[in-house]
């Protein structure tokens, strides 16, 4: 799937990302400013923080408890659309995704 993340500046990063990967490795693999993944990937760092496109947002599926706890601490200010994007798996569904990087 597609998945776009449009930066505080415009500028957009467009990449195809493979199914089952998750949104986090792929703003790094993509150098995607912002978007950090100190820890993995396993749900303690919250510098995987974006905006979820409010048109994408159910799509992409509720934050689970963890990840809501977590939300509480990212850098940028935590508003409705906010996910943390390692926990967010590329799938077919989700083709064409939308993500807004916060300023940090
Ligand atoms: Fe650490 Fe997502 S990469 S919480």
Not at 71 to 86: F, H
């Amino acid at each position: 799937p597609k998945v776009t993340w449009i930066l505080k500046d415009g500028r957009k990063i467009t990449a195809d990302v493979k199914t089952g990967h998750n949104l986090m490795e792929a703003a790094v693999a993509n150098n995607v400013p912002n978007v950090i993944g100190e820890c993995g990937g396993c749900l303690s760092c919250a510098t995987c923080h974006v905006y979820v496109d409010e048109a994408w947002y159910d799509k992409a599926g509720k934050p689970d408890d963890m990840e809501r706890d977590m939300l509480e601490i990212t850098a940028a200010e935590r508003l409705p659309l906010s996910r943390l994007s390692c926990q967010i798996q590329a799938t077919d569904a989700l083709d064409g995704i939308i993500l807004h990087v916060p300023e940090i």
